[in-house]
């Protein structure tokens, strides 16, 4: 089932298309990576998603029922996690998610027993201090659970690990991975290795529309490898291979790395064979979604 489905989104800001016809689908209990540049449309696309912004041509449907500005019946569906979520800094994280809860109109039992579990998943389960003392990601990871708090069926999250450091984005990251068992993720970001390393499928925005769009193994097999990389036994090895095959680059230790076609692969290949190279390892380099990202959107 898809849980939403965008056709021919069309958005004109004083006359500069930043959307000319997006069509997109994402399938229910995937985490679908939203690949853009920055100023790319993500965020224009995810507004007119929650029914913030009028849209100038085509349809968005979220569970099958369609999305109208101003209208924001659909949002009962949906839960957002913006780039920078803003919170009452004088409540503790509890606190917060009661609020959120009453106000959402949740009954006073299901508040209770939503937030403890919520807060468990996102790594804040004991957490007592109030929310201004908090770490950015701290607030992402509250950010988390405040948008999953009504059981969305849709998680919208703008660029969540933009501005973290490495240890905050690998927190964020793994609080997505457990949050897939319970909801439908919508994944915007500009950085490739954390779509590679959560998403299910992604699409990449350029020039307003979808250029490409499928699973992440579909999406690396649509640019075959041309590379691979030998690492002989000696380091003379190396160097006679390196004069011998010009192409070849010299990396660490006695790795050196090949871009090129099959033809001359298998001239390398006959060239250690006949002088008898001791070859520790051959590997073959895997085209990457930021290869691929930077050859669609060039």
């Not at 769009?213 to 002989?232: A, K, N, Q, Y």
Request: charged content about 30%; proline content about 4%; overall charge positive.
């Amino acid at each position: 089932m898809e849980v939403l489905t965008i056709q021919g989104l069309k958005k004109d800001f004083g006359g500069k298309e930043v959307l000319r016809g997006l069509d997109l689908s994402v399938p229910e209990h995937s985490i679908f990576g939203f690949i853009g540049r920055n100023g790319a449309g993500k965020t224009t696309a995810m507004k007119a998603v929650l029914g913030l912004l009028r849209p100038d041509g085509g349809t968005i449907r979220i569970m099958g029922e369609k999305v109208r500005f101003g209208q924001t019946r659909t949002n009962r569906h949906v839960g957002y996690l913006p780039d920078v979520p803003e919170f009452y800094p004088y409540m503790t994280a509890l606190e917060y998610l009661r609020f959120c809860g009453e106000i959402g109109g949740m009954a006073k039992a299901d508040i209770s027993a939503r937030s403890k579990e919520l807060l468990d998943l996102v790594g804040l389960g004991q957490e007592r201090r109030r929310i201004k003392g908090f770490s950015r990601g701290m607030k992402q990871r509250l950010g988390i659970a405040q948008a999953l708090l009504a059981r969305p069926k849709l998680l919208i999250c703008d660029e969540p690990t933009s501005a973290l450091d490495p240890v905050g984005r690998k927190e964020i990251l793994d609080v997505l991975l457990a949050a897939k068992e319970q909801t439908t993720i919508l994944f915007s970001t500009h950085i490739l290795s954390d779509v590679e390393r959560i998403c299910t499928e992604a699409a990449f925005l350029s020039d307003g529309r979808i250029a490409m769009h499928g699973t992440i193994p579909e999406l690396r097999s649509m640019r075959p490898s041309d590379g691979f990389i030998v690492e002989t036994e000696r380091k003379e090895d190396a160097a006679s291979l390196t004069k011998a095959f010009g192409e070849l680059r010299p990396g660490e230790d006695n790795t050196l790395t090949f871009h090129g076609g099959r033809e001359r692969f298998f001239a390398v290949m006959g060239y250690v064979a006949e002088n008898r190279i001791p070859i520790q390892r051959i590997e073959r380099i895997e085209p990457t979604l930021e290869s691929l990202f930077l050859e669609v959107t060039k």
